[in-house]
């Protein structure tokens, strides 16, 4: 099933519908969502993508990222997306948007307003495993230690959703 994303301007008005690859190829801005999920211990989320990932496979990410569908909000996509990858429901809450293009490699980008949901969530995944090759927890000290020692095994865009993240928290 060929997937669509949503072309908006920077003030989030539709421009129309694109083939999600190709929009990728084009660099066009489109609509986006990422969330972050925490436990109790204030410890991130991260997912290992999917070795069959046309992008940025088995790199690690935020919990889920992605788009939402025409007519979808942002929020019925993120709360959607968790169940998909993840196979939990959770609550989440918005936090901030911001635009922002990142270079994939193989000719791809990211060129988003991406929208920013935060929710909890402790254990008992259920994960897509066409999407989701694994998960972990770890604390935000030790985050920042691996993504400066290895910044090759994170997705260009987490990276750039993190130090979002960070200068809004």
């Known amino acids: 099933m060929e997937e669509f994303v949503v072309l908006v301007n920077p003030e989030d008005k539709v421009l129309g519908l694109m083939e999600k ?3 990728h190829i084009n660099g066009l801005l489109h ?3 990422s969330v972050f999920l925490f436990n109790s211990k204030g410890e991130m989320l991260l997912q ?3 070795s069959g990932k046309y992008h940025s496979p088995n790199q690690w990410t935020n919990a889920v990222c992605s788009h939402p569908r025409q007519g979808e909000t942002y929020q019925e996509g993120a709360v959607r997306r968790v169940k998909e990858e993840l196979g939990i429901e959770t609550e989440l809450s918005e ?3 911001f635009i922002y293009k990142a270079d994939v490699g193989g000719g791809l980008w990211e060129h988003e307003l991406d929208h920013v949901f935060v929710g909890n969530h ?3 995944f259920h994960l897509n495993k ?3 090759e694994e998960v972990r927890f770890i604390s935000m000290e030790d985050l ?3 993504i400066s020692e290895n910044p090759e095994n ?3 865009w987490f990276k750039i959703i993190l130090e979002e993240y960070k200068h809004h928290f």
């Open 95 to 97: 936090k901030f948007n």
């Open 48 to 50: 290992k993508r999917a």
């Open 144 to 146: 920042d230690k691996e």
């Open 154 to 156: 994170f997705t260009e």
């Open 31 to 33: 609509r986006a969502f």
């Open 21 to 23: 690859q190709q929009a």
């Open 122 to 124: 402790e254990a008992d």
């Open 130 to 132: 066409e999407e989701v």
